[in-house]
């Protein structure tokens, strides 16, 4: 026969252990209630703190994020430069082929080429200057490169290894002025981890306003950049046709 009756659990002992054990960590005596309240200021302090940093670490990777999208809008914008120019170098070498072309057509006929002698030359196009002309990205994207720029000084002001050593991150400064003491908490150092709280959830939600812009933006530019890849395309095939022709007429010379 058991030892122990039908209705024995034995999950009792360990629920009564640890009952009896989290009865002896708390604080007895007088000053118990006291203790209880100081611990939990401690922890509600704590928990504000982490908090704090957390959004303050957010922050920083936000601006890094905002950084590595400039740099790649302004790369987007050089490669629309860099397709710009190439189509300008395609027409160039259309119009010379047409050229030639031309002057390929008059030596084959003797009666072309005293028409073509007496003609008029054609308007010769203007040399194009030495500098190059910047590349104009579309206004949006623009715009968002301009008003990321402005907040790089934020930025610095954000990461961790340029922050200033009298940053108000470090030390829980006043309440600020502009806010209500109303709604934060009377006590000072808590007051202050709230108000930073809200402070960096304000600037992560307009930082990301800003990466929205930068990204629509972006993708407005690769948009209009294929469109240009598209017209080039056609321009170089067409090229190439015209050029494979021309071969033709020079060996039939």
Known sequence: MSAYSKNYNPFDDDAEDEGSRDACDLPDGPSAPADRQQSLRQEVLRRAEATAASTSRSLSLMYESER???ASSEELIRQRGVLERTEKMVDKMD??????????????????GLVNYFRSKPAETPPEQNGILAPQPNSRLKEAI??????ESKYQASHPNLRKLDDSDSIPGV?????SSDAYPKNPHLRAYHQKIDSNLDELSVGL?????????????????????????????????NIKSTEKKVRQL
């Open 68 to 70: 590595v999208g400039v």
């Open 95 to 112: 119009q010379d082929l047409k050229t030639s072309q031309k002057h390929i057509n008059s030596i084959k006929s003797v009666f072309g």
């Open 146 to 151: 301009t008003t990321s720029k402005e907040q």
């Open 175 to 179: 309440a600020s002025a502009a806010v």
């Open 209 to 241: 306003g800003r990466l929205k812009d930068i990204a629509l933006g972006m993708q407005m530019e690769l948009e209009e950049q294929d469109d240009i890849l598209d017209q080039l395309t056609t321009k170089v095939d067409k090229l190439g046709v």
